[in-house]
């Protein structure tokens, strides 16, 4: 794919919404490439774990969901319960779909994109761990506008993913956030 093509589709991210929030019937849910500059700016400033390098988190944050401009928004977790069929189905398509957009140019973008889908290198762990993290803050900016227990799912599977301990520490912090919300709006 010519370079313009694969900017032109994976620009495409733009307007694809997020399964997750239409499903939950946010009425403006953010889009896949809102998702992705979240992830990207805690990439970016938040503290990293020894042995993860932060210019390929960066970029591999960038480009970690470049393959839903083809595929889309897929769910296949809901709270703590994961549809491993489904996900090992969805796998195999993202990865077609990035052999598809990147072709044998961009190898390194191609690279960072396929490894953040294999979970094999430090830095994929970790992103995953933001990409939660970053899910839960978007949940309660959600909750703040809507019902408090509506999102209670990602949550809960935010919760299965977090490892790092300053990860952890944030995502305490904005439990207690969450709650003290519940608090004063009854």
């Not at 299965?160 to 009854?186: A, G, M, P």
Request: glycine share 2%; hydrophobic share 35%.
């Amino acid at each position: 794919m010519h370079s313009l093509e694969l900017l032109q589709t994976a620009l495409q991210l733009k307007s694809v919404k997020r399964s997750g929030w239409i499903y939950k019937e946010i009425s403006t849910p953010e889009s896949v490439a809102d998702h992705s500059y979240g992830i990207s700016l805690l990439a970016l400033f938040l503290p990293l774990p020894r042995g993860v390098n932060r210019d390929r988190l960066v970029k591999m944050a960038l480009l970690h969901d470049v393959s839903e401009s083809i595929v889309g928004d897929p769910i296949y977790e809901n709270g703590k319960l994961r549809n491993v069929k489904k996900y090992n189905s969805i796998l195999k398509e993202k990865k077609k779909a990035l052999v598809t957009l990147f072709k044998d140019d961009f190898p390194e973008q191609k690279e960072l994109a396929l490894e953040y889908l294999e979970q094999k290198t430090p830095e994929a762990k970790f992103l995953k761990e933001l990409d939660k993290l970053e899910s839960v803050l978007q949940a309660l900016a959600y909750e703040k506008k809507h019902h408090p227990d509506q999102l209670n799912e990602f949550w809960e599977n935010a919760e299965l993913y977090l490892k790092d301990k300053s990860l952890l520490e944030y995502f305490q912090r904005l439990r207690k956030e969450r709650l003290t919300n519940r608090v004063n709006s009854c």
